[in-house]
Each structure stands twice: as C-alpha cells, then as structure tokens.
C-alpha cells in the first residue's frame, strides 16, 4: 500500500493557479479514476492537497485532472505547481500541515480545524479507511503536542488581536474597563469588536457624524458621545481608540497633561490607529500612557510572528519523533497488510474523529 | 549536621532556576508546578533547619549571621507560598528561586556560622521582634522582586519591543495589585517589629533604632505617596526596589554589628 500526498500551496502555487483546484472535492473522482482505495481532499484558502492511500502508484497528473476546475489544457500546464510526497514524507508534509509549520501565517491554528473537517467529511462518506485514519489521528496528536510543548502558536499577528493583548497585558482582565472610541472607521470597529468580545461593557462612541456613531453603537453595543465632548471623557476611560481623518494631531501632551494628574494610578492605552496620526507621539513620554500607532502594532505582529519562527525547530524535533514512530507503526501495518486474506484482524477499525 | 539540610534546600531552588532558565533558552516557558514544588520542598527543608537549630539553641535561631540569612530566606520562601496563585503560577514564583538560592549561597559559603560557646539567653520578645521583622523583610524582598518585574514589562510596552518575556510575565495591573498588598503585609509585620523592640528588656544601639525608623518611615511614605494617589505606578515599583536595598543594607549592618560585638 503505497500512502501519498499531492497538493499545491502558497509556497508552490499563486493565487491564480490555485483557483483553479481549489473549492470542490475531488474526493470521488480520485478514488474512481485513479484508483486509490483511500482518498482525503484538504482544500483551504492557501492549499489543495490530495492524501491517498493506493495499491499502485498513481500519477501526480491524474491527481490534478481529479482537482482541476479550469480547462484541462491549462491543468497540465499547470501541474508543474504541484509537490508530491510518498510514506514517512507524506505523513511528515501533513504533520507540518496540521501544525501550522506550513502555513503563511506560521502557527495559525485555524488548519487544524479545516484537517479535522475534511477527515471528518471523508470518513463519514467512507473515502477515509484505516491508514488515513491513523495518518490524521497522528496528524492531530501531533498538532496538539507541537501547540502544548512549544511557543508555535504565541502572540498575535494582526493588528486588531495585537490591540487586545496588549490591553490585556495592561489590565489583566478587561471586564468592567471604559473604551471611548474616536472616528467610527472599520478597524476601530473590528477592534472595538474585538475588545466588547473579550469583556469590555462600557463602550463610548464619539464621531463627527453623529449618525455613524450611533450606527456603531447600535451595532456593537455602548453610547454614543458628541464629538466637542470626546475630551471630557479621556478622564474616565481606560482605553482610546482613534481613527479619524484629522489632518492635525487631536490629543496633545497639552491636552492630556491635566487630565493625567487627576489619573496617576491609572494606566491610559492609546490605540491610533489614523493616517495621519491623531495623536502627538510625545504623548508616550507621559506616566502611565501606552501609546500604540498603526506602525508599531504592526510592529508587534511581526514580533510575535518571529518569535513564532523560532519555534519551529523545537516543532519539527516533536514532528521528527512522530514520523520515525508512524514509519514503525506503517511498515508493521503494511507487513501485516500484505497478509491481511489470512488474518481476520485486519478487519476495518472503528473510525472516529478526535 | 543540620547545615545539610540547607545544602539540599539549596539545591531544590537552583533545581528551579536550572529549569526556568533552560525553558527560557528554548523560549518556551510554561508556567508549570515544577517551580512551586521546587520552592515548597525547599522551604520544608529550610523549616526543618530552623526547627532543629530552634531546639538545639532553646531559642529562634536568630543568634549569628547564618541563621539571619537563612531565616531570611525562609522569610521569603514563606511570604511567597502565602501571597496566592498570582505568585505561584506564574513567572514571578521563578523569579523567587533565584534570590532565594543567592542568600543561602552566601550562607553557606561565607564563615558566619559561629556558634556561641555559652547559651544565649532566651528573651521571648527579642525573638518576638526579630521575627517578625524578618518576615517583613520576606514581604519586602517579594515587593521588589514584582517590583522589577513591573518596570521589566512597563519599559517592553512603552518602548513597543516585546520579548519572549513578555508574554510570561503577568499584567501590569496584577503586578502593581501584588505589589500593593506585599508592601502592606511588609509593613504591618515590620510596625508589629519595631513596637516589640521597645520591650526586648534591654535597650538598642541608637544608631539600629533611628536606621530601623528610617525604613519604616521609608515604606509609610511610599504607601502613603500611593495611597493619596500622589505616585505613579512606575515610582512606587522603583520605590519598593530602593526600600528594599535600604532595608537590607539595614538588616546587614545589624547583624553584623550585632556579631562584632557579642561575645564568642
């Protein structure tokens, strides 16, 4: 039984030849046409891949015509975009896969669940058997000790979860914390959205159409607060967002220092997330104020993206050690395999998703 | 005999430093129990030093530089099983071990182990005060430790550049919360010392007394400055630091003075 992988991925492929394969399963069509007696499709924004089990070797090319949308003349131009991997090297590929090792955003935990689903589907329509099942059972072991053992998954990487972290670095838990939200734009809403998700209640909108700001107060919960009374406010709150399309700075050191003596022991998060920026950066000069721009959340994605980086050589010893025992484990399944007719045992193994 | 007892309390607290260290390396420090049972199994040993030092003295082995340090340690191994999960969960508890294991390196290295030929006399108060001052030390030395950890992550979130650290080390919130209550518990403890001075039976140098209200009227400002909102967060963590190697310096200067002139 020969186990294999074939696929294209962002490291492969650009966006407009993996449209080409992506969003349909070719499940059917590579266990009927190409003879595989077990097949998986994991199709996500960035990878197809084929995971299959045969009895003979089946072609790369036979694989891609299964996947392709387009005509078929362009699928054979464009199968030189696809990797192929073989045994250990397949279940290694899928191990990295499932770990978010291979992903464009390293550590991101989301293919984990996309694994999950696409052996769930396959093993609920019986195009899974046994020897997927213990590939992606392992995959999902493995996945699950690489995330608890090392630092793959730390941090944030976008710019509205580094918000959120970083407040939460400041005041521990965010669950009764003031939020005045200056300029209703859409990544002050995400991020607002993002704050009243992770506790905030009490939510305050000021913008210079009053309309918009109660749009955004309807929608995301809180009140909404006249423009010319936004100073008033940065007494009160914990945390400032700003985002408006002022051409001159709107909190000054002269504007806050004041407020900030009445304040000492409280911390104030500025969140500017405007170009131009609406607030003077000597603000972070002051006590107490965590001045964070566009450029320095930004800044700290990437951070924690290359801390995540360097994680992946603690990841791939873990990933090391599954595969030289999955080797193990599949020689002896295969051994047993070759005289399965003889052996009663080897007879299909209750599936389950983990 | 006993001193082995310290030796492997010790150990216990580099075995914690090994391990924090090593995870840290590897960037990949999981708060986990090791730390906390590593710390407890060395304040059991340390307990158990004291006790046999307490019985073979009749009285709190307070009597010459090595028990001061040990006891002083013991001090802080205590405070930081009683100060709660935000200690012991966490990087702080790691942060612990360390100054734990450099005040019995010290101990145990240095010739202060001097036993007194004649027994000291028993005075319930002079032991009452010495205790209790010690433990306010523990508090003390816990207060600074936090303290450094907050202007640690304090000078990551205002500089922007985040460390591994970083996301090991609790909220500044947690931290200034922690801080806040050691600094009272060191203070209350360290007030209920100096009040028992005042009965030991026999007076003390003044130059102990007027250092020893120097501390006191060093953390009552402090806590004061916090408390009428007149200290940032930021100064008081520095403020705990300051205190803190004041009142060792104290502490260091009174049971050096005390040997120099006790008789051998």
């Known amino acids: ?45 960035n990878r197809v891949e084929v995971y299959a089990a045969s009895s003979t070797r089946v072609p790369t090319e036979a694989v891609a015509r299964c996947l392709a949308r387009g005509p078929e003349k362009e699928v054979i131009r464009d199968a030189s975009a696809f990797y192929r991997y073989e045994g ?74 580094v918000a959120v972290d970083l407040a939460q670095k400041i005041f521990g838990d965010l669950t009764g914390r003031k939020v005045l939200v200056i300029g209703a734009g859409e990544t002050s809403e995400r991020t607002a959205r993002a704050l009243v998700a992770r506790g905030v209640t009490d939510l305050r909108v000021s913008n210079r159409s009053a309309e918009r700001a109660e749009e955004l107060v309807r929608s995301v919960g809180g009140q909404a607060i006249p423009f010319q009374l936004w100073t008033e406010q940065c007494g009160e709150v914990d945390i400032l967002i700003t985002s408006t399309s002022s051409d001159t700075p709107l909190l000054t ?60 050589m603690a990841a ?18 295969f051994s047993r395999g070759s005289q399965g007719a003889e052996h009663s045992s080897l007879g299909e193994p209750r599936l389950r998703a983990s | 005999m006993d001193r082995h007892l310290v030796t492997i309390s010790t150990l216990c607290f580099l075995a914690a430093i090994v391990r924090t260290l090593v995870e840290l390396r590897a960037g990949m420090f999981r708060p986990a129990r090791f730390n906390f049972f590593a710390i407890a199994a060395g304040f059991l040993l340390q307990t158990a030093f004291l006790s046999l030092r307490g019985h073979a003295l009749e009285r709190c082995p307070l009597t010459n530089l090595f028990e001061v340090l040990v006891f002083f340690a013991w001090s802080v191994a205590l405070i930081y099983m009683l100060i709660g999960p935000t200690y012991r969960l966490s990087l702080m508890g790691a942060f612990t071990a360390p100054v734990i294991f450099l005040i019995q390196t010290l101990a145990l290295i ?5 036993r007194h030929i004649q027994k000291l006399p028993a005075n319930s108060w002079l032991e009452f005060h010495a205790s209790m001052s010690m433990i306010a030390y523990g508090a003390f030395a816990l207060a600074c430790i936090a303290g450094i950890m907050y202007l640690l992550q304090e000078r990551q979130l205002k500089t922007h550049q985040l460390h591994s650290i970083f996301y090991h080390l609790p909220p500044l919130d947690t931290l200034y919360a922690a801080i806040t209550r050691l600094l009272w518990w060191g203070f209350a403890l360290y007030t209920l010392g100096l009040v028992s001075g005042f009965f030991v039976g026999h007076p003390l140098p003044h130059v102990q007394v007027i250092c020893a209200f120097g501390v006191w009227i060093l953390y009552a400002a402090i806590l004061q400055g916090k408390h009428l909102r007149r200290l940032a967060p930021k100064r008081v963590a520095a403020l705990c630091i300051i205190g803190f190697s004041a009142a060792l310096t104290l502490l260091w200067g009174i049971t050096f003075t005390a040997q120099m002139h006790s008789p051998p």
């Open chain 1, 1 to 45: 039984m020969n186990l294999f992988c074939v696929g294209l991925s962002h490291h492969t492929a650009n966006v407009e030849t993996r449209e080409l394969f992506a969003g349909h399963s070719g499940t059917d069509c590579v266990l009927r046409d190409s003879g595989c007696s077990e097949a998986l499709v994991l199709s996500t924004c």
């Open chain 1, 88 to 161: 250990s090297e397949c279940a290694q590929h899928l191990f990295r896969v499932a770990a978010g090792i291979d992903s464009m955003v390293v550590g991101e935990t989301e293919i984990l669940g996309q694994a999950k689903r696409a052996y769930e589907s396959a093993r609920t329509s019986g195009a899974a058997g046994r020897f997927l099942h213990r590939l992606f059972q392992r995959a999902f072991r493995v996945a699950k000790q690489v995330r608890t053992h090392t630092e793959i998954t730390r941090g944030s990487v976008s710019v509205g979860s």
């Open chain 1, 253 to 312: 050191p002269q504007l806050l220092e004041p407020v900030l003596r009445e304040r000492i022991d409280r911390p104030l998060f500025v969140i500017d997330i405007a170009v131009p920026r609406d607030v003077d950066p000597h603000v972070n000069d002051f006590d107490g104020v965590y001045l964070y721009d566009i450029d320095s959340l930004q800044s700290v994605a990437e951070q924690s993206l290359a801390l995540r980086r360097q994680q992946i």
């Open chain 1, 316 to 333: 791939e010893e873990i990933i090391a050690a599954h595969v030289a025992d999955f080797r193990d484990t599949l020689d002896r399944s």
């Open chain 2, 110 to 114: 240095a010739p202060i182990d001097i």
